[in-house]
């Protein structure tokens, strides 16, 4: 049985854009909430240009090999590797899947994604990769088949290209906000390349979809990002009265906004369980708050769920939702 191709959106992912949007939105005097809207769903989309930036990436590193290997031919006094060398990574299959694919070709086009002011870095890279104990594993194995090579083009990427400080540079200066996103981009990336020997990859998508179900996606972000800013000021009052007597005004703002997004997804949102959205704003505050804001938030929350639940609410539909 073929496996699906990934999707880069996830709902973690749909809450972080919609946090940054109403951060911006919050911060910002007398907003327009529509064009806010329009903003967050364009970084959404932006996050697929990220994804091509790296498979291009990977794409990069191929043309690099080719070349160094071109040029060494051509020294003024070759070693006998020099003309004679081992073509086993610069004819990997995923550089000629990749190549030949029509869709990627057309949208790496379409959008001018290329790594060719940052070359140089990129024969830099794979110059060190050549010192990876996988790289010189692979160019002796007796193994040649697809898989073999979509394993160290994975080990590639995942060791020596999303780690490297040059690429984040290269990438920041791109879209402020990719360094953020770049987690679920390489992780899409690593997805896709697993999937491949499942296609017949010249001839069909071998890509991710953005959305794994684009309209039930953005409704959520939609109704998420209009209910939080909608119901704001009633839940922060809600919110003060259950913070040990602390005044809205001194609860940290993006602990407010958590919570904020949280209540109103507790609310409105009857087909998510409560576990879920209260365990996916205390993974948020972890990453986006102060060192405490994982208990705080988990304390006022437990209290505002309990008070929810008695005066109706909540209420979820479906099996299980109202555990």
């Known amino acids: 049985m ?88 610069v004819e990997n299959r995923v550089f000629k899947i990749l190549k030949q694919n029509e869709q990627l070709k057309k949208l790496l086009e379409k959008g001018k994604i290329d790594w060719k002011e940052e070359h140089d870095d990129v024969r830099r890279i794979y110059k060190a990769f050549k010192e990876d104990e996988a790289y010189q594993l692979f160019m002796i194995l007796e193994d040649n088949d697809l898989q073999t090579d979509i394993d160290l083009i994975i080990t590639l990427f995942r060791d020596h290209l999303v780690m490297n400080d040059i690429i984040h540079s290269a990438l920041e200066e791109r879209d402020i906000y990719w360094q953020d996103d770049l987690p679920m981009a390489a992780i899409t990336v690593i997805k896709t390349l697993q999937v491949l020997p499942d296609f017949d990859a010249s001839n069909s998508t071998i890509l991710a979809d953005l959305y794994k179900n684009k309209e039930e996606d953005q409704l959520f972000a939609k109704d998420l990002f209009r209910k939080s800013i909608q119901f704001a000021d009633e839940y922060g009052k809600i919110i003060a009265s259950k913070a040990d007597n602390w005044e809205t005004e001194r609860i940290a703002y993006l602990d407010l906004q958590l919570m904020t997004m949280a209540l109103a997804e507790l609310e409105h949102f009857s087909s998510i369980p409560v576990k879920v959205t209260l365990n996916e704003y205390i993974e948020l505050a972890k990453v986006y708050s102060t060192p405490k804001s994982k208990v705080f938030i988990n304390g006022v929350l437990d209290k505002l769920v309990h008070d929810f639940k008695s005066e109706g609410r909540i209420n979820k539909v479906g099996r299980g939702l109202n555990e």
């Not at 529509?34 to 990436?57: A, D, H, P, Q, T």
């Open 2 to 89: 073929n496996k699906a191709r990934p999707a880069l959106v996830n709902r973690r992912y749909l809450r972080i854009k919609i946090f940054q949007g109403l951060y911006a939105y919050h911060r910002t005097e007398n907003a327009d909430q529509l064009k806010f809207e329009r903003e967050m769903f364009e970084s959404i989309n932006r996050l697929y240009n990220l994804y091509l930036y790296l498979i291009k990436l990977i794409m990069q590193v191929g043309l690099a090999a080719d070349e160094i290997t071109a040029t060494n031919r051509k020294k003024r006094l070759p070693s006998s590797e020099d003309l004679d060398p081992n073509m086993r990574f």
